[in-house]
């Protein structure tokens, strides 16, 4: 974010604490307890009797679905969602191709679909969907309230919505908008610098059989292969079903964010509007650190480290050089970013006192 700043949320732990593997399940887990135990045991009290609804806000990248996830694995609960609208209309995608799913989708969108367009229109734009266009929002919301009518008793992660500016009025009244119960809602707002998400998009490549996707910059395999020939290293799946497949990179990640500048832009003009927004309760997160501040923050195995290959042709082997990532952000201050759980942490923790 370029005209505010989100303040760094502090994870640092005494001297002398424990060190975790953050990308270890088990790790991962003794983790949590360590850094928000009193915060996740009062969250699963609460968990058991109430929900919540948690709007999601941050740029395309941001982690939305990874921090949501991370939430639920950190309490344990089976009465955690997250609901995708991204997934949702690409489900949507399915349905309107297929006979039998359109019949139902119709019926239910006669009973609870209210807008401006016929349905006719509506499923004709369905079918004719683009990523460069949206879907009107009363038809969006039918959706959400179908997907949030199958999670009854579940507290939810709403990532998605809103995608545009007109659509911040409808998420103020969101909960009574879907008939939701009388819960606290709230907006998680996420702040990531642009560095990071073109970083993670031009690094990326996925297993072509399984389409795991991993990062050699940011999240290599514990396998990784040198070509002599070519002089180029590859990631091998770590998936023992893909039997040593190389994984590649996917067709125009090589232009960064380059083709979804303006969505980036739009997502940061959501997030500036949702944050002066009054009498909803905000959680800030932020997935970096300047370098000046971090040492007295967060713990080193909290961020985010770059790897960086050396093909050993004495040995024929692979080293791999790990060392602390330092880019700038948006405002031009030399930061580090930091992992998924102690951004999960910050938002355990803003919530446990929300609540």
Same mark, same amino acid.
């Given at each position: ?8 949320? #502090? ?28 915060e996740?045991?009062?969250l ?15 740029k ?26 991204g997934d949702? +209309? ?20 006669? #009973? ?13 734009s ?8 949206? /879907?009107?929002?009363?038809?969006i ?5 179908r ?6 008793g ?22 009574? /908008?879907?008939?939701?119960r ?11 610098p642009?560095a990071?998400?073109d ?5 990326? +490549?996925v ?16 396998k ?14 770590d ?5 040593r ?34 009498? +909803? ?8 650190v ?32 790990? #060392?602390p990532?330092?880019?700038?952000d ?5 930061? +580090? ?19």
């Amino acid at each position: 974010m370029k005209d505010f700043e989100f303040p760094v949320f #502090k994870t640092k732990s005494p001297a002398g604490s424990p060190v975790f593997d953050p990308n270890d399940p088990k790790g991962r887990a003794a983790y949590f307890q360590f850094k928000a135990g009193a915060e996740i045991a009062k969250l699963r009290q609460y968990l058991k009797k109430g929900t919540f609804l948690a709007i999601m806000l941050g740029k395309k990248g941001s982690g939305k679905g990874t921090y949501s996830k991370l939430f639920a694995e950190a309490l344990n609960l089976p009465n955690i969602a997250h609901v995708s609208v991204g997934d949702l +209309v690409r489900a949507a995608d399915e349905e309107v191709n297929d006979p039998k799913n359109l019949k139902t989708l119709i019926s239910f969108l006669e #009973k609870n679909y209210r807008g401006w367009l016929p349905l006719e229109k509506i499923i004709d734009s369905q079918k004719k969907r683009s990523t460069k266009t949206l /879907l009107p929002t009363e038809y969006i919301l039918a959706l959400i309230k179908r997907e949030i009518g199958k999670l009854s008793g579940k507290a939810i992660f709403l990532d998605g919505f809103p995608r545009d500016l007109d659509q911040i009025s409808y998420s103020l009244f969101f909960r009574d /908008l879907i008939g939701f119960r009388d819960d606290p809602d709230f907006f998680v707002l996420i702040d990531i610098p642009e560095a990071v998400i073109d970083a993670r998009i031009r690094s990326r +490549v996925v297993c072509p059989k399984c389409h795991t996707p991993r990062n050699p910059k940011l999240f290599p395999t514990k396998k990784i292969e040198y070509d002599v020939k070519n002089k180029a290293f590859h990631l091998v799946c770590d998936n023992p079903d893909c039997r040593r497949e190389r994984m590649v990179a996917k067709e125009g990640d090589e232009l960064g964010i380059v083709p979804i500048k303006h969505r980036l832009d739009k997502d940061e003009e959501l997030i500036k509007r949702a944050f002066d927004l009054y009498g +909803v309760p905000k959680i800030l997160l932020r997935n970096s650190v300047p370098v000046a501040q971090a040492g007295k923050m967060v713990d080193d195995y909290e961020i985010t480290p770059e790897y960086v290959f050396h093909w050993d042709a004495r040995q024929k082997r692979v080293k791999v050089e790990e #060392k602390p990532w330092v880019f700038e952000d948006d405002r031009g201050v030399e930061s +580090v970013s930091l992992l998924a759980p102690p951004v999960t942490v910050a938002l355990i923790k803003q919530l446990a006192d929300l609540l």
